[in-house]
């Protein structure tokens, strides 16, 4: 089987289904004869012409309002978004257009756009190229939101996302492109080529929006994460030799609830770890679903840990990343409560 690292299964992804669908066509800002700035489309445009892989102007409404025309028509775009935090432009049409054309036309159009959006920190990219929005788009009905933390489920995602008649916003850890990551920033480089979810089928496959997986099996304490912080949480467990159960959301909307509540009860404690700023995340949501419906069965509170509630920082970018030495002192914090 090959190795793949996240960008290339991404890549691979949209390759699969160009292939086999024409209707399918992949633009945004350089992705066409440039491939992307982190090579996510590299190839696409000289394999499949300029009609499927193009440039597009730098006008994010533009992009995002030309692929619903698209979608309305019956085409499939893919589109990127240079990095997540220049799509609020496009904001408008995606809350008020993509997100609610099924629900207006009584299920007359449907709109089948997938937005590409490389996300997070852990690159020194600053303010403007490290925000977690995801949150801003769990609120808006009508929108799927999917963050992979590995190629194997990153490519399965996509093909997902892409066939799906429905908008889906794909946000891309941009931190885990090139190989997974701890939080360890002063360590070596890790590669995807000795991990097994490295390990990408060439052909096509589906990864099913709407489930999680528990990445590392325990009984001690349920960690939710998802995207890059999966990684920081396996290894935070390793290291504190808390018996955590890691599990990875993969989407988190639909979110899977069914997994989340099965590892709670059983674990009676949760830890809530996620990239983005603390006041108003997404984990607010899901420590509010967990004392919803595993009350009973809690001996903690739910705690957070997540971004502060500042500007994503450049010269102090591993004081504001949610990193091993501050969820190792929540896990500790929670089995001593």
């Known amino acids: ?24 066509v992949v633009f945004g800002e350089d992705v066409g004869y440039f491939g992307g700035v982190f090579r996510g ?61 099924r629900y207006r036309s009584n299920g007359d159009f449907t ?54 008649p429905d908008p889906v916003i794909f946000l891309e850890p941009k931190r885990l492109y090139n190989g997974p990551f701890d939080g360890h920033h002063d360590r070596p480089v890790t590669s995807w080529a000795g991990h097994p979810l490295g390990e990408v089928p060439a052909e096509h496959y589906v990864v099913p929006l709407g489930k999680a997986v528990v990445r590392r099996p325990g009984s001690a304490v349920t960690v939710l994460a998802y995207g890059t912080m999966v990684h920081v949480a396996e290894a935070t467990a390793e290291e504190t030799g808390i018996d955590a159960e890691v599990i990875d959301l993969r989407t988190l909307m639909p979110l899977d609830l069914d997994t989340i509540v099965t590892s709670v009860k059983k674990t009676g404690r949760c830890l809530v770890v996620h990239e983005a700023t603390l006041t108003s995340g997404f984990g607010a949501e899901l420590a509010a679903l967990v004392q919803e419906h595993c009350f009973y069965h809690l001996e903690a509170p739910v705690i957070r840990v997540a971004g502060w509630d500042t500007p994503y920082p450049h010269a102090q970018e591993w004081d504001y990343f949610p990193g091993p030495a501050r969820v190792g002192r929540a896990l500790r914090d929670m089995m001593e409560a």
């Open 1 to 24: 089987m090959p190795r793949m690292t996240m960008i290339e299964a991404i890549r691979s992804a949209m390759d699969v289904c160009m292939e086999r669908d024409d209707d399918v």
């Open 41 to 101: 489309t590299q190839g696409l445009q000289q394999k499949y012409g300029k009609t499927r892989c193009f440039d597009a102007p730098i006008n994010e409404s533009g992009i995002v309002g030309a692929a619903i025309g698209m979608a309305a028509y019956g085409l499939k775009p893919c589109v990127e978004i240079q990095f997540a935090d220049y799509m609020y432009p496009a904001y408008d049409q995606l809350t008020q257009e993509a997100a609610r054309l």
């Open 111 to 164: 709109c089948g756009i997938t937005v590409r959006m490389p996300t997070g920190g852990g690159i020194f990219g600053g303010q403007t190229h490290s925000q977690s929005p995801e949150a801003l788009f769990t609120h808006v009905c009508g929108l799927q939101v999917v963050v992979p933390s590995n190629p194997y489920d990153a490519k399965g995602l996509l093909i997902a996302s892409i066939e799906n």
